[in-house]
């Protein structure tokens, strides 16, 4: 089992940003393809964007490439997701998720290990 953990969410304003963070205590995230799902209420999960183990190539979901950027930080064994001017259309339960394989999806059936999740609140 690898113990995904996500931190950073929290209630934001129109406009504003937060960091979401995905860690694993114990574990190399860099030998793992980890990506960045999204579950607002009533909806379904959609891919948000992912990076691969094989070449650290990172992709986005089209509409959300540009207000939103993922990074990992191999000094503090994290995945970032920076999420900028969020509006809210934004407000769901963001996760991290990860498996084994060379090149990263926006799949959720591609992904073996998950998060619990970290809720984003956009308000007024």
């Known amino acids: 089992q690898l113990p995904l953990v996500e931190s950073g969410g929290g209630f934001v304003q129109p406009g504003g940003s937060l960091t979401l963070s995905c860690t694993a205590f114990g574990f190399n995230l860099g030998a793992y393809t980890i990506a960045w799902f999204r579950q607002a209420p009533g909806k379904e999960r959609e891919g948000i964007s992912c990076i691969s183990s094989g070449d650290f190539s990172i992709n986005y979901r089209q509409s959300m490439k540009g207000r939103f950027t993922m990074s990992r930080i191999n000094a503090m064994n994290a995945v970032l997701l920076q999420l900028n001017r969020l509006n809210f259309e934004d407000k769901a339960t963001y996760y991290c998720?990860?498996?084994?394989?060379?090149?990263?999806?926006?799949?959720?059936?591609?992904?073996?290990?998950w998060g619990r999740g970290t809720r984003v609140t956009v308000f007024s």
């Open positions: 998720a990860a498996n084994q394989k060379a090149m990263c999806s926006l799949l959720e059936a591609d992904y073996t290990y």
